[in-house]
């Protein structure tokens, strides 16, 4: 199940593990992704709080984690590989995967179809 948030973030949770990063939509609005600061390894994050930093050739982005939890691995890639957000930013390109998720939070976050309707609005204003 991929849930998406208002942030341009996902989360796709299975088997007790949380998959995030940020969405195709957000790497393209940001441009040639040449950085990634990673969340630490074992940090407790509530959903809402800032996950991580991307940097791209047009500014840098506060990444806010869509889903609490704690961080059980982080993609080692990105720090030489950034712009696999650019290139799979919702398969390869993920971020961080979190365990001791609280399920019910998916509740909060926006279906494939939702987000779409979102991202429409947000390319009208």
């Given amino acids: 199940m991929k849930r998406f948030s208002d942030e341009h973030a996902w989360v796709e949770y299975q088997d007790g593990i949380a998959t995030t990063g940020i969405t195709a939509y957000a790497a393209e ?22 996950l991580c930093v991307v940097e791209s050739v047009k500014a840098a982005a506060d990444v806010f984690a ?29 971020i961080c995967r ?19 309707v979102f991202v429409a609005g947000e390319d009208d204003d």
């Fill in 29 to 50: 609005e940001l441009g040639e992704i040449n950085f990634v600061e990673l969340p630490d390894m074992g940090a407790v994050l509530a959903q809402g709080e800032m």
């Fill in 66 to 94: 869509p889903i609490g939890g704690t961080v059980v691995a982080v993609n080692k890639r990105l720090d030489s590989e950034p712009q696999l957000i650019n290139d799979a930013a919702e398969r390869d390109g993920w």
């Fill in 98 to 116: 979190l365990e001791e998720v609280d399920e019910t939070e998916l509740d909060n976050l926006m279906d494939e179809e939702e987000y779409e």
